[in-house]
Nanobody, 113 residues
């Protein structure tokens, strides 16, 4: 199983980023996918999740209305569109297949002026 996150970077408050996670080594379309994040000194938290077919999504309250999770099963890729970013969104973002116990290397998102 391999999960490769990309798309992170430095952005000003109010800006946008789109994260991608390319998956391989398992039947991607059979698994729900999720995005987690871990800020310095804090535990890893679930940010968003999507069912295997993409028909249902879930978000943590702090990102509702700002973040959108989506997936392309033909490309074995899950996305996280992040708008109206805030400094408190600064973290390393990881994707994960549910319920497989594998993590990618993560991608750093820094929101700062």
């Amino acid at each position: 199983v391999q999960l490769v996150e990309s798309g992170g970077g430095l952005v000003q408050p109010g800006g946008s980023l789109r994260l991608s996670c390319a998956a391989s080594g398992f039947t991607f379309s059979s698994y729900g996918m999720s995005w987690y994040r871990q800020a310095p000194g804090k535990s890893r938290e679930l940010v968003a999740a999507i069912t295997s077919g993409g028909g249902s999504t879930h978000y943590v309250d702090s990102v509702k209305g700002r973040f959108t999770i989506s997936r392309d099963n033909a490309k074995n890729t899950v996305y996280l569109q992040m708008n109206s970013l805030k400094p408190e969104d600064t973290a390393v973002y990881y994707c994960k297949a549910v319920p497989l116990p594998y993590w990618g290397q993560g991608t750093q998102v820094t929101v700062s002026s």
